[in-house]
């Protein structure tokens, strides 16, 4: 199966919704599909990458939770519920995706959080990705940095 970029990139934008949504409802994975696929263009969305980001990250949320918390300055409660959906679903592609690269998580992440999170938070998800990235995928990491000096 091809990777579309850019459908990929929408599927993720849309993930960030619907978690930021189940974060305040704490509705069902499907239910939080179902509320968000009325605004979905599903020609220009993965929408089977969308709606593995939805239920993996509702699924696995605990294991996440405790796998950003160490690279994080506060409860992962107190963080802005745009930002911690976006960190939660930055972490679940650096635990569980690894064919993605680190450098691509991470550049989703910011650029996700320059449209929906407040004015300096890309600031603060690159940081704790960047973090988080040296030790989920401290080979890929170091490999990359090792080429880069």
């Known amino acids: 199966m ?8 929408k599927a993720r934008r849309y993930a ?8 305040l409802t704490a509705d069902t994975a499907q239910d939080v599909i179902d509320y968000m696929l009325p ?9 089977e990458y969308f709606t593995e980001l939805v239920y993996k990250v509702i699924e696995n949320a605990s294991e996440i939770d405790v796998a950003i918390s160490p690279y994080l300055d506060r409860e992962l409660e107190s963080v802005d519920p745009v930002e911690r959906a976006i960190l939660r679903l930055a972490t679940y592609e650096l635990i ?4 993605i690269p680190y450098r691509v998580v991470i550049n989703e992440a910011i650029e996700h959080c320059k449209t929906f999170g ?15 990235a040296e030790q989920l995928r401290q080979i ?3 490999h990359h940095h090792s080429n880069n000096q």
């Open 2 to 9: 091809t990777v579309n970029p850019a459908k990929r990139h």
């Open 16 to 23: 960030v919704q619907a978690l930021y949504h189940w974060q």
């Open 39 to 47: 605004d979905i263009n599903q020609n220009k969305t993965d929408l």
């Open 96 to 99: 569980f995706h690894h064919e």
């Open 118 to 132: 407040a004015e300096d938070g890309h600031k603060y998800i690159n940081g704790v990705m960047d973090k988080a």
């Open 140 to 142: 890929e990491f170091s």
